[in-house]
């Protein structure tokens, strides 16, 4: 099965403007044409229980965008999935750890050569495990099973993390695109 990531670094002049979503549509609007040769602004969209878009017309479209610091990704594939991209930030990371992986992990993580690395690194795993689900943050997630559907971890410059889950395993494709937005 083939995914492709459309992606960007948010230009100075929209850096910390809130565009971030603005800029995940236009990269989904361009993916959707190059690749499928569809306008966005004629595909209906709707939302799974937790809020999860996808196109009603375009069955077998999938996608899901994330945006953290200066990057934002956008994923399609021919099925359901979840892509997540973290910039690193200090946070009280033995708090976050608690309600994020089980118990017996915890340790491990906080001990690790590169604690900061292996925290994110199951941050942005478990954010696209549910992203992939279509739970969303209704799911507890230090019940995620580790061991179901496919999961791979992007290699991004220091500092940011990323990971995809999906179903099959995934070939991937990158797209750079440089957004402007007019």
Known sequence: ???????TKIKDEYYNKNMEHMI????????????FGRKLKYEPRSKGEHGKPFFTLLPRVHYNISHSGRYVMCLFAGEEVGIDVQI??????ERVLE????ADMVREILEADDMEKAFFAQWVLREAYIKWTGEGLSRDLRTIPMDKGNYMMLEMEPGYSG???SRDNLELRFEYEDIILK
């Open 1 to 7: 099965m083939n995914g492709i990531i459309y992606y």
């Open 24 to 35: 995940g549509e236009k990269l989904l609007e361009i993916g959707l044409e190059k690749e």
């Open 88 to 93: 690193h930030r200090k946070v009280n990371y």
């Open 163 to 165: 990971a995809i889950w």
């Open 99 to 102: 309600r994020m992986v089980p």
